[in-house]
């Protein structure tokens, strides 16, 4: 079982910087697709950023070029780096584990990752 456990949330300024970080599991295994996703009151949960064991990575737009998604596989640590924070990242964050296929073909697309954590609340004030 796929074991997945958010840390480093908080509250923080308007172009200030978070990192959050992911106990995960599945970086013991020679293949996966894990990444970062958000969710905000009244909107869908979007993916953010994906990184696969052969180290690809995919980012959404919205947040292309301020986050950074990389992992420490000696400490089995995913990590999301936000730099220039804005208010409308304010949400819940979550990272999520799939095959290592889902990040060649579906990154990003929520309902292909099939293993989650319990999420990390992320507000940025203006």
């Known amino acids: 079982q796929v074991r997945l456990v958010e840390s480093g949330g908080g509250s923080v300024q308007a172009g200030g910087s978070l990192r959050l970080s992911c106990a995960a599991s599945v970086l013991t295994s020679s293949s996966y697709c894990i990444g970062w996703f958000r969710q905000a009151p009244g909107l869908e949960r979007e993916g953010l950023a994906t990184i696969e064991s052969r180290g690809g990575t995919r980012y959404a737009d919205s947040v292309k070029g301020r986050f950074t998604i990389s992992t420490d596989n000696t400490k089995n640590t995913l990590y999301l780096q936000m730099n220039s924070l804005k208010p409308e990242d304010t949400a819940m964050y979550y990272c999520?584990?799939?095959?290592?296929?889902?990040?060649?073909?579906?990154?990003?697309?929520?309902?292909?990752?099939?293993?989650w954590g319990q999420g990390t609340q992320v507000t940025v004030s203006s």
């Open positions: 999520a584990a799939a095959a290592a296929w889902t990040c060649r073909n579906w990154a990003l697309f929520t309902p292909a990752f099939g293993s």
